[in-house]
T-cell receptor, first 113, second 110 residues
Framework: EPEVTQTPSHQVTQMGQEVILRCVPI?????FYWYRQILGQKVEFLVS????????KSEIFDDQFSVERPDGSNFTLKIRSTKLEDSAMYFC???????????FGDGTRLSIL | GQNIDQPTEMTATEGAIVQINCTYQ??????LFWYQQHAGEAPTFLSY??LDGLEEKGRFSSFLSRSKGYSYLLLKELQMKDSASYLC???????????WGAGTKLIIKP
C-alpha cells in the first residue's frame, strides 16, 4: 500500500538555525498538509497546499515558516530561525481529494536546543 | 472559535466494549473523522461520518448526530493492541484541513 514518507525521523538543531523537513506524499495525491504535535498536546494544523500554492494556513504558520513543492514528488517545510517552542513532532499528510481521508507520514521529531 | 471535546482518558477490559464520545462546536461542518494514534506514531484513519447515523466497520463503529454536535466511536471485542489514543477531527476550510480534539487515551487491561 502506498504511504507518505518523511525524513529525517529525528532532527536536533540549535535555536536560531534553519531546518527543512521533507515529505514525499502518495504519488497521485493532490492535497498536501503539514501538522504539528507538541509532546502531550493535540495535533495542530499548520498549512494546506494545493495546485502548487498555499491554500490556507493557521496562526502558527508565521513568516518563519514556508513550504515548497520543488519537484513532482517532494513537499518540504522550512523553519527559518528555529525557536525552543518549535520543538514538536511534525506530520505531513496527503489526500487524493479534499474530502477523502488524509494519510499521514510517520513524522519528524524536531528538537530545538 | 472551534471547540472539539473528548474525554482525556478511558480504561476498559480486554474483550469488552467501549464508547468514546466527541462533541464539537465549529464554524462549519464537513463531517467528522476518527483516527487512531499509538504513542510516538502517526495518526491512522479509522472512519469518516458525513451523514447522521451509525457506520460499522468490523470491530469499530462510528456514530454521528449533526443536530447534537456529537459523535462516538464504538470499539467491540477489545484487544490489547487497541490501547492507543483516539482522535476526533473536523475538516474545515477549502482544503478540509483537520481541526483536532485533544484525543482520548484508551487503556486496555487484561
Amino acid at each position: 500500500e502506498p504511504e507518505v514518507t518523511q525524513t529525517p525521523s529525528h532532527q536536533v538543531t540549535q535555536m536560531g538555525q534553519e531546518v527543512i523537513l521533507r515529505c514525499v506524499p502518495i504519488s497521485n495525491h493532490l492535497y498536501f498538509y503539514w501538522y504539528r504535535q507538541i509532546l502531550g498536546q493535540k495535533v495542530e494544523f499548520l498549512v494546506s497546499f494545493y495546485n502548487n500554492e498555499i491554500s490556507e494556513k493557521s496562526e502558527i504558520f508565521d513568516d518563519q515558516f514556508s513550504v515548497e513543492r520543488p519537484d513532482g514528488s517532494n513537499f518540504t517545510l522550512k523553519i527559518r530561525s528555529t525557536k525552543l517552542e518549535d520543538s514538536a513532532m511534525y506530520f505531513c499528510a496527503s489526500s487524493w481529494t479534499a474530502n477523502q481521508p488524509q494519510h499521514f507520514g510517520d513524522g519528524t521529531r524536531l528538537s530545538i536546543l | 472559535g472551534q471547540n472539539i471535546d473528548q474525554p482525556t482518558e478511558m480504561t476498559a477490559t480486554e474483550g469488552a466494549i467501549v464508547q468514546i464520545n466527541c462533541t464539537y462546536q465549529t464554524s462549519g461542518f464537513n463531517g467528522l473523522f476518527w483516527y487512531q494514534q499509538h504513542a510516538g506514531e502517526a495518526p491512522t484513519f479509522l472512519s469518516y461520518n458525513v451523514l447522521d447515523g451509525l457506520e460499522e466497520k468490523g470491530r469499530f463503529s462510528s456514530f454521528l448526530s449533526r443536530s447534537k454536535g456529537y459523535s462516538y466511536l464504538l470499539l467491540k471485542e477489545l484487544q490489547m493492541k487497541d490501547s492507543a489514543s483516539y482522535l476526533c477531527a473536523v475538516p474545515l476550510g477549502s482544503n478540509y484541513q483537520l481541526i483536532w480534539g485533544a484525543g482520548t487515551k484508551l487503556i486496555i487491561k487484561p
